[in-house]
T-cell receptor, first 112, second 112 residues
Framework: EAQVTQNPRYLITVTGKKLTVTCSQNMNHEYMSWYRQDPGLGLRQIYYSMNVEVTDKGDVPEGYKVSRKEKRNFPLILESPSPNQTSLYFC???????????FGPGTRLTVT | GEDVEQSLFLSVREGDSSVINCTYTDSSSTYLYWYKQEPGAGLQLLTYIFSNMDMKQDQRLTVLLNKKDKHLSLRIADTQTGDSAIYFCAERSDNAGNMLTFGGGTRLMVKP
């Protein structure tokens, strides 16, 4: 089954404790993205990757890092989480030419 | 940056038609998308339309695009309670590479 998976689905952590949210897709898509969803703000893109070792900033990259060492995986790293990063995070993958995004199930992160 | 706007809320009765509207500012949009998000779930692609099309119909869904006015709509015929969800429109332009710009989402409530 074609899918995008994320882990963990729920995470509660404390300020400053480094964390990684994993994302994996099995559709051999070149493009992968991370979004955060906040009430009233829709989805905002954090980072995206056009291929292995190629990443670029989205609209709200501050406080996040990503890496793309393999085509299927695109982890999101929060080196020093802060409460304003409490949000619902989605990973997505896509492919030319239509670039419709296939979304993972989401990770709800709470930083206290 | 480019902007995509939607009304926040729509309420309809079961069996009626629903029309969800979206406006965007990017005149170089190539693809426009409609996504559905049910509670606790990720975004599911409903349909898309290429910018050189005026209309696309897929079963109960009809997408209308007025490129001159930069207006996109999604009509759901014979709306059912299972259609209750948040609907997001999104656009992609060649200027933005892989980035999709999402609207803030319209919450559709279907009353029995």
């Amino acid at each position: 089954e074609a899918q995008v998976t994320q882990n963990p689905r729920y995470l509660i952590t404390v300020t400053g404790k480094k964390l990684t949210v994993t994302c994996s897709q099995n559709m051999n898509h070149e493009y992968m993205s991370w979004y955060r969803q906040d009430p009233g703000l829709g989805l905002r893109q954090i980072y995206y990757s056009m291929n292995v070792e190629v990443t670029d900033k989205g609209d709200v990259p501050e406080g996040y890092k990503v890496s793309r060492k393999e085509k299927r995986n695109f982890p999101l790293i929060l080196e020093s989480p802060s409460p304003n990063q409490t949000s619902l995070y989605f990973c997505a993958s896509s492919q030319a030419p239509r670039y419709e995004q296939y979304f993972g199930p989401g990770t709800r992160l709470t930083v206290t | 940056g480019e902007d995509v706007e939607q009304s926040l809320f729509l309420s309809v009765r079961e069996g009626d038609s629903s029309v969800i509207n979206c406006t965007y500012t990017d005149s170089s949009s190539t693809y426009l998308y409609w996504y559905k998000q049910e509670p606790g779930a990720g975004l599911q692609l409903l349909t898309y339309i290429f910018s050189n099309m005026d209309m696309k119909q897929d079963q109960r869904l009809t997408v209308l695009l007025n490129k001159k006015d930069k207006h996109l709509s999604l009509r759901i015929a014979d709306t059912q309670t299972g259609d209750s969800a948040i609907y997001f429109c999104a656009e992609r332009s060649d200027n933005a590479g892989n980035m999709l710009t999402f609207g803030g989402g319209t919450r559709l409530m279907v009353k029995p």
